[in-house]
C-alpha cells in the first residue's frame, strides 16, 4: 500500500465517512416519523415510528408494517440526524441506553472503534488490523486538544501527557473491560506513544533513552508469557492486572517505570477449561526448547504432563517455539543473565512435574503414600533439594500442636491439595520474581523524576452463573474505580459550571458508591464482608457456610446485600452492586482467603542449593501453614492461635491492602477513562451483539456516567453554533445588524419561551437539560419544512407563470396567424384578388423593391470598392511619406560627405605644394652635393699632388743627407 | 421527558402558519401517517366573488389548459391553473380543496368552469402569506460560510427531498442562470427572482 493510499485509508477510520449530519435527506425522516427505540429481542433495540398514544401506552408500527402496543416507559426517544456517529456521545440531546448503543453500532460498522462518551473513551474491539497506529498518526496526534482531532487513544494519551507537563499533575490511564475487549491491546498503545512522544524530547544523544524504550516495549512480552493464557475468549487474555507507572524528568522526558500486577489467576497453571490454555510459558518451553536445554530442565512431551489436561493446544497464528526463542530474546534485552534464566524455566518445569505426582491411599491405613517417586525426583532435582525430606514433608509434614511438634501422616486428598497449592505458589512467586526483576531494570535511572503516567490495565466488573471469592475482589475494585470516576466527574463539571458562572448544586455521586464499598472493605461498626471472611478464618470450626451465616445475620438489612430467594444453597449471597444484583457462592472462600500452604515445603525451599530457588522462597512468614489448617480441622482450641495471629496475611487482607494503595495513587493524578468493550465472542470482525455490548455498558459505567450526566445539563452549545442553527426558530427577534453572541442567544432563548429550569446562560455557551435539544431540532425541523414547502409553493407558481405566460404569447401568434389564413381563404376565389395577384408582379411598383435592393447592393458594392481604394490611397500616401523621409535623411549624409571632401581635397593642395617645395630644396641640396664632391676631389688632387712634391722633397733631402 | 410547552400549542401564538390548515401543520410527505384526515372543503358554500373582468381573464386562461376540448381540465392541472391566475397554493391545500382525490382520480377526474370558480376563491381568500423575509431565512440555515450564499447542489438536494418534492426539471428550471461560477446561489437574489413573476 503506498503511503499517500494510507493515510487515506485510515483517514476512514478516524473521522468517518462523508458529513451526513447536515443533509437535508437525513433530516426529513425524522421529523416526519416521530421516531422512537423499544426494546428488541434480537437488536436490543429497534426503531419504530409511533402511530397513536393512549394514556400509558403507545400504539407503534415497526420496519416490517407490523403494530404492536407498548408501555410509555418502555420507548426511548431516538436523537435528531444531527446527531448521528458523534464523537462525543454526552453531546446526544436523548441519552439513553438506546441511543448510546446505536451510535456506537452506527461507527462501529463505519470502522469507527473510538467513540467518547463524556470522561469516558469508550473503544470497541475491532478483531482486525486498522491502518490507525503508525507513526504518522502517532505526528497527527501530538499536542492537540481533545476535540481537534477525532477520538483515539492517543488523544487520551496525549492530553494527559500534555496535562502532566503544564500542570505537574500525575496522570493515570484506566483501561477496564471484559476479557477480550482489548485492553491490554490499548495500553500497549498508550506504551508505544508515550515511548515516542516522550523521548522525542531530547535528541538521539542521549544512547540510554533509546534503551529504556526498548526494555519497556520488551517487557511486555515477557510478562504476556507468564502471565497471558489462551481463553474462550480470548487468545492472548492477560489472566492477571496492571498497573505501569511511566515516569518523566522535569522536561517531560521518559526516565523509568515500574509495574505493579494485581491477581493473577494462579490456578490456570492446575487446571484449565476445555479449549483453553495454561500460560504461554508452560508451551513455550515444551515447544522450543532443545538439545542441552531440554536436558537440563528435564523436560518430557505435552501429553505426559498431567496439569496440561489438553495436551497441546495452538492458538491459531503462533508458534509456540518461535515464541520461545522471542521471549528469551526479550530476557535478553532486560539483562536477564543465564542463571536466572534457567532458573525460571527450572521452576516453570517443576510446576508441570509437580502434576504427575501421584499419590496412592494406602491399603489400610488412611495415609497416603508415592509409590512411584520418579517425578518427585526431578522435582527435587530441579529445585535443588533433598528428594527424601522433600516425600516426608508432603507425606507426613512435622504440623505444632499446642506447644507439640508432631508429624502428622497426610492423606491422599490433603497431598494432592498441597502439591497443587504448592504448584500455584511455586508460580505465583516466579511471576511476582519477574516482575521485581522487571523493575530493576526499568527503574533504574538516576535522573529525577518528577511526575508519572499510570496506565492501569484491570479486568471489568464480572457478573458470571457462578460468582466466587475472585469476582467479589474484581468486583469490589470496580467499584471503588467507579467511585473515582464519579468523583472526578463530579469535580470537572463543578468547575465547568464554576466557569460558566452557572448556579447549580451538583451531587457528588461518588458518594452513590461508598454503601455498597463499606459493605465489602468496612473494618468494623458492622465489619464488611472482607473483614468478616477474615475473622471467620481465625474462628475454630468455621466453614463457609457459617461465613454466610454470620453475613446474613450482620447485614440482613443493608441496602445493598440481600439474600437470593431463587436459591436453596446456603453459601449464597447478593451484592447490589453499580452494574447490577451479583449472586456470590461462598464455597471455599475460607480457603481461597487463606490460601494455606505446606509450610514443611517452603522451609524446604528456601533452603534451597540453588541461590535462585533461595531467592524466590526467601520470605515465607506471612505463609498460613499447617497448623491453621489443622484447626479448622480439628476441634481443639489452638492456645497459640493469638500470638500467630499478626504473622499472616490472608488474601483478602493483602488485596484490599494493595487496591488501597492502587486508589490512594489514582486519587493522586487525573484520571483519564479508557473503556474497551467485546462486541461479540466468536472474535469476529464486523459483528456487534446488542446485549452482550449493553450488558457492558452497564457494567463498565458508561451508562451510570451518563445518568449522571443527565441530571445536571449535558447538552453544550456555544453562542455561534445556537444562534446560527436556531434563528430560525426566533425570527425577527434579533435585530439586524451586529449583536454579540450571549445577547443575541439570550434573546433567543426568551423568544422560544423556553421553561428557565432547561436551560442555563454561561460564559461561552448554553447548558441544556437532556432533550431539550432534541426538541429546538424539531421545532426547527417543522419550521423549516413549513418555510420550504411556502417556497416549493412559490417556486411552482414561479414556474407555472412562466409557462402561462409563454403560452399567452403563442395564442397571440396562433391567433394571428389564423386570421391571415382565414382572410386567404376568403380572398383567394375572389376574381379581382387573382387579378392582383397576376398583375402585382409586373407592375414597375411591385418591382422597385426589387431594384432598390439591387441598387442598394450595387451602392453597397461601390462603397466597398471606395473603401478599398481609400484603404490603398492611404496605404500609399504612407509609403510615400516614408520615402520621402528617407531621401531627406540621404541628402544631408550626401551634403555632409562633400563637405568633408572639400576639406580633404584642400588639404590635398597644401600638401601638394609643400611637396615641390621641398623637392627644391631637394634639388639645391644634390647641387650643392655635386659641388662638395668637385671641391673633394680637387683637395684629393692637390693633395696628391703635395705629397708628390713631398716625397720628391725627402728624397731630395736624403740625397742631401747623402752628400753630407 | 422535561416539561417543556408543546410546540404545536405554542405555534399558534408566534409567526402565523402560512399553510392554512393550522389543524396539522406536521409536513407530511406522500404517505403521510394519517395526518386527521382534514374535513373536504365545502365549495357550495364559497361565494365566488370576480369581477366580470377577471372572469373573462379566468375563462380564456382556463381554456387554454383544456387538451381534449370539453371545456373541462384534469384535476391535476387545477394547481398549475391556479399558479398561472397568480396564486401560490401549496400542492397540498389544492389536494384538500379537490377532496384529497386518489393519485388516479388527480389524473382522471375533470373539472368545469364553473365547478372551478370557487376552487379558486378559496385559494384567493387564504393565500400563501410567507414574505420575502421569511424565505430568507428559511434559506439562510443552509448558509454554511454565513456570507449570503447556498451551494447550488445543496437547494437542489432540499428542494427535491424536503416539504413537497420539486422534480430535477423543475429544479433546473427554477435555477437557470442563477448559479455562480462556484455552484453558489445569492439567495436573496434567488427569492427576489422566484418573486419577480
Same mark, same amino acid.
Given at each position: 500500500?503506498?503511503?499517500?493510499?494510507?493515510?487515506?485509508?485510515?483517514?476512514?477510520?478516524?473521522?468517518?465517512?462523508?458529513?451526513?449530519?447536515?443533509?437535508?435527506?437525513?433530516?426529513?425522516?425524522?421529523?416526519?416519523?416521530?421516531?422512537?427505540?423499544?426494546?428488541?429481542?434480537?437488536?436490543?433495540?429497534?426503531?419504530?415510528?409511533?402511530?397513536?398514544?393512549?394514556?400509558?401506552?403507545?400504539?407503534?408500527?415497526?420496519?416490517?408494517?407490523?403494530?404492536? #402496543?407498548?408501555?410509555?416507559?418502555?420507548?426511548?426517544?431516538?436523537?435528531?440526524?444531527?446527531?448521528?456517529?458523534?464523537?462525543?456521545?454526552?453531546?446526544?440531546?436523548?441519552?439513553?441506553?438506546?441511543?448510546?448503543?446505536?451510535?456506537?453500532?452506527?461507527?462501529?460498522?463505519?470502522?469507527?472503534?473510538?467513540?467518547?462518551?463524556?470522561?469516558?473513551?469508550?473503544?470497541?474491539?475491532?478483531?482486525?488490523?486498522?491502518?490507525?497506529?503508525?507513526?504518522?498518526?502517532?505526528?497527527?496526534?501530538?499536542?492537540? *486538544?481533545?476535540?481537534?482531532?477525532?477520538?483515539?487513544?492517543?488523544?487520551?494519551?496525549?492530553?494527559?501527557?500534555?496535562?502532566?507537563?503544564?500542570?505537574?499533575?500525575?496522570?493515570?490511564?484506566?483501561?477496564?473491560?471484559?476479557?477480550?475487549?482489548?485492553?491490554?491491546?490499548?495500553?500497549?498503545?498508550?506504551?508505544?506513544?508515550?515511548?515516542?512522544?516522550?523521548?522525542?524530547?531530547?535528541?538521539?544523544?542521549?544512547?540510554?533513552?533509546?534503551?529504556?524504550?526498548?526494555?519497556?516495549?520488551?517487557?511486555?512480552?515477557?510478562?504476556?508469557?507468564?502471565?497471558?493464557?489462551?481463553?474462550?475468549?480470548?487468545?492472548?487474555?492477560?489472566?492477571?492486572?496492571?498497573?505501569?507507572?511511566?515516569?518523566?524528568?522535569?522536561?517531560?522526558?521518559?526516565?523509568?517505570?515500574?509495574?505493579?500486577?494485581?491477581?493473577?489467576?494462579?490456578?490456570?497453571?492446575?487446571?484449565?477449561?476445555?479449549?483453553?490454555?495454561?500460560?504461554?510459558?508452560?508451551?513455550?518451553?515444551?515447544?522450543?526448547?532443545?538439545?542441552?536445554?531440554?536436558?537440563?530442565?528435564?523436560?518430557?512431551?505435552?501429553?505426559?504432563?498431567?496439569?496440561?489436561?489438553?495436551?497441546?493446544?495452538?492458538?491459531?497464528?503462533?508458534?509456540?517455539?518461535?515464541?520461545?526463542?522471542?521471549?528469551?530474546?526479550?530476557?535478553?534485552?532486560?539483562?536477564?543473565?543465564?542463571?536466572?534464566?534457567?532458573?525460571?524455566?527450572?521452576?516453570?518445569?517443576?510446576?508441570?512435574?509437580?502434576?504427575?505426582?501421584?499419590?496412592? *491411599?494406602?491399603?489400610?491405613?488412611?495415609?497416603?503414600?508415592?509409590?512411584?517417586?520418579?517425578?518427585?525426583?526431578?522435582?527435587?532435582?530441579?529445585?535443588?533439594?533433598?528428594?527424601?525430606?522433600?516425600?516426608?514433608?508432603?507425606?507426613?509434614?512435622?504440623?505444632?500442636?499446642?506447644?507439640?511438634?508432631?508429624?502428622?501422616?497426610?492423606?491422599?486428598?490433603?497431598?494432592?491439595?498441597?502439591?497443587?497449592?504448592?504448584?500455584?505458589?511455586?508460580?505465583?512467586?516466579?511471576?511476582?520474581?519477574?516482575?521485581?526483576?522487571?523493575?530493576?531494570?526499568?527503574?533504574?535511572?538516576?535522573?529525577?523524576?518528577?511526575?508519572?503516567?499510570?496506565?492501569?490495565?484491570?479486568?471489568?466488573?464480572?457478573?458470571?452463573?457462578?460468582?466466587?471469592?475472585?469476582?467479589?475482589?474484581?468486583?469490589?475494585?470496580?467499584?471503588?474505580?467507579?467511585?473515582?470516576?464519579?468523583?472526578?466527574?463530579?469535580?470537572?463539571?463543578?468547575?465547568?459550571?464554576?466557569?460558566?458562572?452557572?448556579?447549580?448544586?451538583?451531587?457528588?455521586?461518588?458518594?452513590?458508591?461508598?454503601?455498597?464499598?463499606?459493605?465489602?472493605?468496612?473494618?468494623?461498626?458492622?465489619?464488611?464482608?472482607?473483614?468478616?471472611?477474615?475473622?471467620?478464618?481465625?474462628?475454630?470450626?468455621?466453614?463457609?457456610?457459617?461465613?454466610?451465616?454470620?453475613?446474613?445475620?450482620?447485614?440482613?438489612?443493608?441496602?445493598?446485600?440481600?439474600?437470593?430467594?431463587?436459591?436453596?444453597?446456603?453459601?449464597?449471597?447478593?451484592?447490589?452492586?453499580?452494574?447490577?444484583?451479583?449472586?456470590?457462592?461462598?464455597?471455599?472462600?475460607?480457603? *481461597?482467603?487463606?490460601?494455606?500452604?505446606?509450610?514443611?515445603?517452603?522451609?524446604?525451599?528456601?533452603?534451597?542449593?540453588?541461590?535462585?530457588?533461595?531467592?524466590?522462597?526467601?520470605?515465607?512468614?506471612?505463609?498460613?501453614?499447617?497448623?491453621?489448617?489443622?484447626?479448622?480441622?480439628?476441634?481443639?482450641?489452638?492456645?497459640?492461635?493469638?500470638? !500467630?495471629?499478626?504473622?499472616?496475611?490472608?488474601?483478602?487482607?493483602?488485596? !484490599?491492602?494493595?487496591?488501597?494503595?492502587?486508589?490512594?495513587?489514582?486519587?493522586?493524578?487525573?484520571?483519564?477513562?479508557?473503556?474497551?468493550?467485546?462486541?461479540?465472542?466468536?472474535?469476529?470482525?464486523?459483528?456487534?451483539?446488542?446485549?452482550?455490548?449493553?450488558?457492558?455498558?452497564?457494567?463498565?459505567?458508561?451508562?451510570?456516567?451518563?445518568?449522571?450526566?443527565?441530571?445536571?445539563?449535558?447538552?453544550?452549545?456555544?453562542?455561534?453554533?445556537?444562534?446560527?442553527?436556531?434563528?430560525?426558530?426566533?425570527?425577527?427577534?434579533?435585530?439586524?445588524?451586529?449583536?454579540?453572541?450571549?445577547?443575541?442567544?439570550?434573546?433567543?432563548?426568551?423568544?422560544?419561551?423556553?421553561?428557565?429550569?432547561?436551560?442555563?446562560?454561561?460564559?461561552?455557551?448554553?447548558?441544556?437539560?437532556?432533550?431539550?435539544?432534541?426538541?429546538?431540532?424539531?421545532?426547527?425541523?417543522?419550521?423549516?419544512?413549513?418555510?420550504?414547502?411556502?417556497?416549493?409553493?412559490?417556486?411552482?407558481?414561479?414556474?407555472?407563470?412562466?409557462?402561462?405566460?409563454?403560452?399567452?404569447?403563442?395564442? #397571440?401568434?396562433?391567433?394571428?396567424?389564423?386570421?391571415?389564413?382565414?382572410?386567404?381563404?376568403?380572398?383567394?376565389?375572389?376574381?379581382?384578388?387573382?387579378?392582383?395577384?397576376?398583375?402585382?408582379?409586373?407592375?414597375?411598383?411591385?418591382?422597385?423593391?426589387?431594384?432598390?435592393?439591387?441598387?442598394?447592393?450595387?451602392?453597397?458594392?461601390? !462603397?466597398?470598392?471606395?473603401?478599398?481604394?481609400?484603404?490603398?490611397?492611404?496605404?500609399?500616401?504612407?509609403?510615400?511619406?516614408?520615402?520621402?523621409?528617407?531621401?531627406?535623411?540621404?541628402?544631408?549624409?550626401?551634403?555632409?560627405?562633400?563637405?568633408?571632401?572639400?576639406?580633404?581635397?584642400?588639404?590635398?593642395?597644401?600638401?601638394?605644394?609643400?611637396?615641390?617645395?621641398?623637392?627644391?630644396?631637394?634639388?639645391?641640396?644634390?647641387?650643392?652635393?655635386?659641388?662638395?664632391?668637385?671641391?673633394?676631389?680637387?683637395?684629393?688632387?692637390?693633395?696628391?699632388?703635395?705629397?708628390?712634391?713631398?716625397?720628391?722633397?725627402?728624397?731630395?733631402?736624403?740625397?742631401?743627407?747623402?752628400?753630407? | 421527558?422535561?416539561?417543556?410547552?408543546?410546540?404545536?400549542?405554542?405555534?399558534?401564538?408566534?409567526?402565523?402558519?402560512?399553510?392554512?390548515?393550522?389543524?396539522?401543520?406536521?409536513?407530511?410527505?406522500?404517505?403521510?401517517?394519517?395526518?386527521?384526515?382534514?374535513?373536504?372543503?365545502?365549495?357550495?358554500?364559497?361565494?365566488?366573488?370576480?369581477?366580470?373582468?377577471?372572469?373573462?381573464?379566468?375563462?380564456?386562461?382556463?381554456?387554454?389548459?383544456?387538451?381534449?376540448?370539453?371545456?373541462?381540465?384534469?384535476?391535476?392541472?387545477?394547481?398549475?391553473?391556479?399558479?398561472?391566475? +397568480?396564486?401560490?397554493?401549496?400542492?397540498?391545500?389544492?389536494?384538500?380543496?379537490?377532496?384529497?382525490?386518489?393519485?388516479?382520480?388527480?389524473?382522471?377526474?375533470?373539472?368545469?368552469?364553473? +365547478?372551478?370558480?370557487?376552487?379558486?376563491?378559496?385559494?384567493?381568500?387564504?393565500?400563501?402569506?410567507?414574505?420575502?423575509?421569511?424565505?430568507?431565512?428559511?434559506?439562510?440555515?443552509?448558509?454554511?460560510?454565513?456570507?449570503?450564499?447556498?451551494?447550488?447542489?445543496?437547494?437542489?438536494?432540499?428542494?427535491?427531498?424536503?416539504?413537497?418534492?420539486?422534480?430535477?426539471?423543475?429544479?433546473?428550471?427554477?435555477?437557470?442562470?442563477?448559479?455562480?461560477?462556484?455552484?453558489?446561489?445569492?439567495?436573496?437574489?434567488?427569492?427576489?427572482?422566484?418573486?419577480?413573476?
Amino acid at each position: 500500500m503506498s503511503k499517500t493510499a494510507d493515510r487515506d485509508n485510515s483517514g476512514k477510520y478516524l473521522f468517518g465517512e462523508s458529513d451526513f449530519k447536515n443533509s437535508g435527506l437525513a433530516q426529513t425522516d425524522w421529523a416526519a416519523k416521530k421516531q422512537v427505540w423499544i426494546p428488541s429481542e434480537k437488536e436490543g433495540f429497534e426503531v419504530v415510528s409511533i402511530k397513536e398514544e393512549t394514556g400509558d401506552d403507545v400504539l407503534v408500527e415497526l420496519d416490517n408494517g407490523s403494530q404492536k #402496543t407498548i408501555r410509555k416507559d418502555e420507548i426511548q426517544k431516538v436523537n435528531p440526524p444531527k446527531f448521528s456517529k458523534v464523537e462525543d456521545m454526552a453531546a446526544l440531546t436523548f441519552l439513553n441506553e438506546a441511543s448510546v448503543l446505536h451510535n456506537l453500532k452506527e461507527r462501529y460498522f463505519s470502522g469507527l472503534i473510538y467513540t467518547y462518551s463524556g470522561l469516558f473513551c469508550v473503544v470497541v474491539n475491532p478483531y482486525k488490523m486498522l491502518p490507525i497506529y503508525s507513526e504518522k498518526i502517532i505526528e497527527m496526534y501530538k499536542g492537540k *486538544k481533545r476535540h481537534e482531532v477525532p477520538p483515539h487513544i492517543y488523544s487520551i494519551t496525549d492530553n494527559a501527557y500534555r496535562n502532566m507537563m503544564q500542570e505537574h499533575d500525575d496522570q493515570s490511564i484506566l483501561c477496564t473491560g471484559e476479557s477480550g475487549a482489548g485492553k491490554t491491546e490499548n495500553t500497549k498503545k498508550v506504551i508505544q506513544y508515550l515511548a515516542v512522544v516522550a523521548s522525542s524530547h531530547k535528541s538521539k544523544k542521549d544512547a540510554v533513552s533509546g534503551e529504556l524504550e526498548k526494555q519497556l516495549l520488551q517487557a511486555n512480552p515477557i510478562l504476556e508469557a507468564f502471565g497471558n493464557a489462551k481463553t474462550i475468549k480470548n487468545d492472548n487474555s492477560s489472566r492477571f492486572g496492571k498497573f505501569i507507572r511511566l515516569n518523566f524528568d522535569i522536561t517531560g522526558y521518559l526516565v523509568g517505570a515500574t509495574i505493579d500486577t494485581y491477581l493473577l489467576e494462579k490456578s490456570r497453571c492446575v487446571r484449565q477449561a476445555k479449549v483453553e490454555r495454561s500460560f504461554h510459558i508452560f508451551y513455550y518451553v515444551v515447544a522450543g526448547a532443545k538439545d542441552k536445554m531440554r536436558e537440563e530442565l528435564l523436560l518430557e512431551g505435552f501429553n505426559s504432563y498431567s496439569f496440561l489436561s489438553a495436551g497441546h493446544v495452538q492458538v491459531p497464528g503462533t508458534e509456540d517455539d518461535e515464541m520461545f526463542t522471542e521471549t528469551l530474546g526479550a530476557m535478553e534485552v532486560l539483562g536477564f543473565i543465564e542463571d536466572e534464566r534457567i532458573g525460571m524455566l527450572k521452576v516453570v518445569s517443576t510446576v508441570l512435574q509437580l502434576g504427575n505426582i501421584e499419590f496412592k *491411599k494406602d491399603k489400610n491405613q488412611e495415609q497416603a503414600t508415592i509409590p512411584d517417586n520418579t517425578a518427585a525426583q526431578k522435582v527435587c532435582h530441579l529445585q535443588g533439594i533433598n528428594v527424601t525430606d522433600f516425600t516426608r514433608a508432603i507425606l507426613t509434614p512435622r504440623i505444632k500442636v499446642g506447644r507439640e511438634v508432631v508429624q502428622k501422616a497426610q492423606t491422599k486428598e490433603q497431598a494432592d491439595f498441597a502439591i497443587e497449592a504448592l504448584a500455584k505458589t511455586m508460580y505465583d512467586r516466579l511471576f511476582r520474581w519477574i516482575l521485581t526483576r522487571v523493575n530493576k531494570v526499568l527503574d533504574k535511572s538516576k535522573r529525577q523524576s518528577v511526575s508519572f503516567i499510570g496506565i492501569l490495565d484491570i479486568a471489568g466488573f464480572e457478573i458470571f452463573e457462578d460468582n466466587s471469592f475472585e469476582q467479589l475482589c474484581i468486583n469490589y475494585t470496580n467499584e471503588k474505580l467507579q467511585q473515582l470516576f464519579n468523583h472526578t466527574m463530579f469535580v470537572l463539571e463543578q468547575e465547568e459550571y464554576k466557569r460558566e458562572g452557572i448556579e447549580w448544586n451538583f451531587i457528588d455521586f461518588g458518594l452513590d458508591l461508598q454503601p455498597c464499598i463499606d459493605l465489602i472493605e468496612r473494618q468494623n461498626n458492622p465489619p464488611g464482608i472482607l473483614s468478616l471472611l477474615d475473622e471467620q478464618c481465625w474462628f475454630p470450626k468455621a466453614t463457609d457456610v457459617s461465613f454466610v451465616d454470620k453475613l446474613l445475620n450482620t447485614h440482613s438489612s443493608h441496602c445493598k446485600f440481600t439474600k437470593p430467594k431463587q436459591h436453596k444453597e446456603k453459601t449464597m449471597f447478593s451484592v447490589l452492586h453499580y452494574a447490577g444484583k451479583v449472586d456470590y457462592n461462598a464455597t471455599g472462600w475460607l480457603t *481461597k482467603n487463606m490460601d494455606p500452604l505446606n509450610d514443611n515445603v517452603t522451609a524446604l525451599l528456601s533452603n534451597s542449593s540453588s541461590a535462585f530457588i533461595q531467592d524466590l522462597w526467601k520470605d515465607t512468614d506471612h505463609v498460613v501453614g499447617l497448623e491453621q489448617m489443622t484447626k479448622m480441622s480439628e476441634s481443639s482450641v489452638a492456645s497459640s492461635s493469638k500470638s !500467630k495471629k499478626g504473622m499472616f496475611r490472608t488474601v483478602g487482607q493483602l488485596y !484490599k491492602e494493595s487496591l488501597g494503595k492502587l486508589m490512594t495513587t489514582l486519587h493522586h493524578t487525573t484520571p483519564n477513562f479508557v473503556r474497551c468493550i467485546i462486541p461479540n465472542h466468536e472474535k469476529r470482525a464486523g459483528k456487534m451483539e446488542a446485549h452482550l455490548v449493553l450488558e457492558q455498558l452497564r457494567c463498565n459505567g458508561v451508562l451510570e456516567g451518563i445518568r449522571i450526566c443527565r441530571q445536571g445539563f449535558p447538552n453544550r452549545v456555544v453562542f455561534q453554533e445556537f444562534r446560527q442553527r436556531y434563528e430560525i426558530l426566533a425570527a425577527g427577534a434579533i435585530p439586524k445588524g451586529f449583536m454579540d453572541g450571549k445577547q443575541a442567544s439570550t434573546v433567543m432563548i426568551k423568544h422560544l419561551d423556553l421553561d428557565p429550569n432547561l436551560y442555563r446562560i454561561g460564559q461561552s455557551k448554553i447548558f441544556f437539560r437532556t432533550g431539550v435539544l432534541a426538541q429546538l431540532e424539531e421545532e426547527r425541523d417543522l419550521k423549516l419544512t413549513v418555510i420550504i414547502i411556502a417556497f416549493q409553493g412559490r417556486a411552482q407558481g414561479f414556474l407555472s407563470r412562466k409557462a402561462f405566460s409563454k403560452r399567452q404569447q403563442q395564442l #397571440t401568434a396562433m391567433k394571428v396567424i389564423q386570421r391571415n389564413c382565414a382572410a386567404y381563404l376568403k380572398l383567394k376565389n375572389w376574381q379581382w384578388w387573382r387579378l392582383f395577384t397576376k398583375v402585382k408582379p409586373l407592375l414597375q411598383v411591385t418591382r422597385q423593391e426589387e431594384e432598390m435592393s439591387q441598387k442598394e447592393e450595387e451602392l453597397q458594392k461601390a !462603397k466597398e470598392l471606395a473603401q478599398k481604394s481609400e484603404t490603398q490611397l492611404k496605404e500609399i500616401t504612407d509609403k510615400h511619406a516614408k520615402l520621402l523621409e528617407e531621401r531627406d535623411k540621404l541628402q544631408e549624409k550626401l551634403q555632409a560627405e562633400a563637405e568633408m571632401f572639400a576639406e580633404a581635397e584642400e588639404i590635398r593642395v597644401r600638401l601638394e605644394a609643400k611637396k615641390q617645395e621641398l623637392e627644391e630644396v631637394l634639388h639645391e641640396m644634390e647641387t650643392r652635393l655635386e659641388e662638395e664632391e668637385e671641391h673633394a676631389q680637387n683637395f684629393q688632387q692637390e693633395k696628391r699632388n703635395m705629397e708628390q712634391q713631398l716625397k720628391s722633397m725627402i728624397s731630395d733631402l736624403e740625397g742631401l743627407n747623402c752628400y753630407r | 421527558m422535561a416539561p417543556k410547552k408543546d410546540p404545536k400549542a405554542a405555534a399558534p401564538a408566534k409567526k402565523p402558519e402560512p399553510a392554512k390548515p393550522a389543524a396539522a401543520p406536521a409536513p407530511a410527505p406522500e404517505p403521510a401517517p394519517a395526518p386527521p384526515a382534514a374535513p373536504a372543503v365545502d365549495l357550495s358554500a364559497v361565494k365566488v366573488d370576480f369581477s366580470p373582468d377577471q372572469l373573462e381573464d379566468y375563462r380564456e386562461a382556463f381554456g387554454l389548459f383544456d387538451r381534449v376540448g370539453d371545456s373541462k381540465v384534469a384535476y391535476n392541472q387545477i394547481a398549475d391553473i391556479m399558479r398561472a391566475l +397568480g396564486q401560490n397554493p401549496t400542492n397540498k391545500e389544492v389536494k384538500k380543496i379537490l377532496g384529497n382525490p386518489s393519485a388516479d382520480d388527480m389524473a382522471n377526474k375533470r373539472v368545469d368552469f364553473d +365547478g372551478f370558480l370557487p376552487m379558486l376563491q378559496t385559494i384567493v381568500n387564504s393565500p400563501n402569506k410567507a414574505k420575502f423575509e421569511d424565505y430568507v431565512e428559511g434559506l439562510r440555515v443552509f448558509d454554511k460560510e454565513g456570507n449570503g450564499t447556498v451551494m447550488g447542489a445543496e437547494l437542489r438536494i432540499v428542494l427535491s427531498t424536503l416539504g413537497e418534492k420539486m422534480t430535477e426539471q423543475e429544479i433546473d428550471a427554477l435555477m437557470v442562470g442563477q448559479e455562480d461560477e462556484n455552484g453558489c446561489i445569492n439567495f436573496e437574489a434567488f427569492v427576489k427572482h422566484i418573486m419577480s413573476v
